[in-house]
Nanobody, 116 residues
Framework: QVQLVESGGGLVQPGGSLRLSCAAS????????MSWYRQAPGKEPELVAS????????NYAVSVKGRFTITRDNAKYTVYLQMNSLKPEATDVYYC?????????WGQGAQVTVSS
């Protein structure tokens, strides 16, 4: 059974930091590119960051470049998103995504709220 379980979301003040984690199981994690998306109510999902299966390449949305960092630990079947200097507009539900060929998997989402 495939599972992607996000954790680490919550409420943080503007300028603060959070680290999201996504624990994977049920598929060969080390072969999959992994990504983080975020989605506000009524809007399309937005790609925040992605990382290749071997960590050789990362990609970021322009709005988060320089403040967010995606990493992965293939031995732990986990992908992370370190978010620094958070702004109120980062308030969203953040989803972990894994894709390889025609296979794609989504987590259940983690709420991130940036507010004073």
């Amino acid at each position: 059974q495939v599972q992607l379980v996000e954790s680490g979301g919550g409420l943080v003040q503007p300028g603060g930091s959070l680290r999201l984690s996504c624990a994977a199981s049920g598929f060969t994690f080390r072969l999959y590119a992994m990504s983080w998306y975020r989605q506000a109510p009524g809007k399309e999902p937005e790609l925040v960051a992605s990382i290749t299966y071997d960590e050789s390449l990362t990609n970021y949305a322009v709005s988060v470049k320089g403040r967010f960092t995606i990493t992965r630990d293939n031995a732990k079947y986990t992908v992370y998103l370190q978010m620094n200097s958070l702004k109120p507009e980062a308030t969203d539900v953040y989803y972990c995504y894994g894709g390889l060929g025609r296979n794609d998997y989504w987590g259940q989402g983690a709420q991130v709220t940036v507010s004073s």
